[in-house]
């Protein structure tokens, strides 16, 4: 359902594209179909065959170092056909205000090894090698090879991408470019199923005794009147939410926290009975729901396990959607445990503390194992905004945010790619968030209207 969504197999009768390279491996094959079918949205073949390959017509590549005559080339810097990782990160070099990466001096159409640099960025080689990460043990953008003149906030390997379409149609007049649309998809992350609802009587009476030494009375009367039904919760935003997006046909993924108890996970306890409500009710809508894997299961595969079946149990279905809680991810080792598990699609792709695209793309692509040198089933989906820059890390107010997210979904528009935000349900409440859950409809008003014109 959701490789359907994303049009990750282009139509049969959609141009094919020939490859003339002298090695055909899993890195070419697997960035050539991030290339041609995920964001071009053409077929492509690659031949070692350089008879057939000078015999054809159509839009053809030679990628390798050999001189073919009115053939389109790319000249290979050496990166696809090598094993394991790069002992350092490429140079960036600069054509007209453009940021690109290895480069070659060889007689070429292309100033740029594309294929190098696309498979570089959507194999997150640059997470497999050494950086420094932050205090939750995250790639942030300060260590990205993009974050010198802010280049984290385009997705330069798509603009790549889009000008290697341009260049291939201006070479061979008669090739199509099939048109492409940007496409919205809002997802929620929801670290606390209520705010006050079903804590228990030692949670809500130790919550009354921390507003009362706060003197936070607003919640304090907040609270009480939801305790004796007088008010609805504040965190529960699932009704209104969802009504939203199916009345303006906005695709929406709702990712659940199953864990308490600990510092950073704490949920309602799903044994309550809480969950399967607020499921169910779900499970008759538009919306798909998803796994938010607790905190520590990044480090402790036996509790992912544990909380993908409760899930699965609450759901009646196979859990095939995750985002990692607070955004824990490790390139070598949890995209396994995912895949392991039946995950089929993350979202985690992206960043805690700024806007922008982690992977340089606004494209979905699948995961890179550089153990095996080849590509896995697991399809990675980034995002490129999450609420929490602008009320944890920014401190910034939703009339400026908007400008911001207005800016990413201009580039994106650009390139056919994804727009896709992180909410949480606590970002709905105007007494700790004032104006944030407005922020949230205006926004994905607009960029619907941006995108459907």
Excluded at 25 to 49: E, K, M, P
Excluded at 142 to 159: G, H, M, R, T
Excluded at 219 to 229: D, F, P, Y
Aim: with cysteine; proline share 4%; glycine share 6%.
């Amino acid at each position: 359902h959701f490789k359907k969504i994303f049009s990750l197999v282009p139509e049969h009768y959609h141009g094919n594209v020939l490859i003339f390279s002298e090695e055909n491996n899993s890195r070419l094959t697997y960035t050539s179909r991030f290339i041609f079918n995920h964001v071009l949205g053409l077929n492509f073949r690659i031949t070692n065959n350089s008879e057939e390959f000078q015999n054809v017509s159509g839009t053809r590549i030679n990628y390798s170092d050999r001189e073919m005559v009115s053939v389109f080339k790319i000249a290979p810097s050496g990166l696809m056909w090598q094993q394991g990782l790069l002992a350092q990160r490429p140079e960036a070099f600069y054509d007209q205000g453009h940021v690109q990466f290895f480069r070659t001096e060889k007689k070429c159409d292309c100033g740029f090894d594309i294929f190098s640099a696309v498979f570089y960025f959507i194999s997150r080689m640059e997470e497999w090698q050494t950086f420094k990460p932050d205090k939750h043990g995250r790639f942030e953008a300060s260590e990205s090879i993009l974050f010198e003149k802010a280049f984290y906030l385009k997705p330069v390997v798509d603009q790549w991408i889009i000008e290697l379409g341009f260049a291939l149609r201006r070479y061979y007049p008669e090739m199509i470019l099939p048109e492409k649309k940007a496409k919205l998809l809002s997802t929620i992350d929801v670290d606390n199923l209520f705010a006050f609802k079903e804590k228990g009587t030692l949670r809500t009476a130790g919550a009354i005794a921390r507003d009362l030494m706060k003197r936070d009375i607003a919640q304090l009367k907040e609270r009480i009147a939801v305790l004796k039904g007088r008010k609805k919760d504040p965190f529960d935003v699932y009704d209104d939410v969802t009504a939203f997006c199916e009345e303006f046909q906005i695709p929406l993924i709702y990712f659940f926290l199953l864990r308490t108890g600990t510092v950073h996970d704490r949920t309602v306890n799903p044994a309550r009975g809480a969950f399967a409500d607020v499921l169910k009710k779900l499970a008759s809508s538009s919306a798909s729901v998803g796994l938010h894997p607790s905190y520590y299961s990044v480090v402790k595969p036996a509790l992912f396990e544990e909380e993908i079946h409760q899930l699965k149990k609450l759901i009646g279905k196979k859990v095939e959607l995750s985002r990692q809680h607070y955004l824990r991810f490790d390139i070598r080792n949890t995209p396994k445990v995912l895949a392991g598990s039946g995950i089929q699609v993350d979202f985690t792709m992206g960043y805690a503390a700024t806007p922008g695209f982690r992977a340089g793309t606004s494209h979905p692509f699948y995961y890179y194992d550089f153990h095996s040198e080849q590509s896995g089933e697991l399809l990675m989906v980034p995002f490129c905004v999450m609420d929490g820059v602008y009320i944890v890390y920014k401190n910034r107010d939703p009339e400026s945010a908007m400008n911001d997210l207005m800016n990413l979904a201009a580039e994106i528009r650009l390139s056919g790619g994804y727009f896709i935000s992180v909410f949480h349900e606590r970002s709905f409440s105007d007494h700790l968030y004032p104006g944030f859950g407005t922020l949230y409809k205006n926004l994905h008003l607009r960029i619907n209207q941006l995108f459907n014109n």
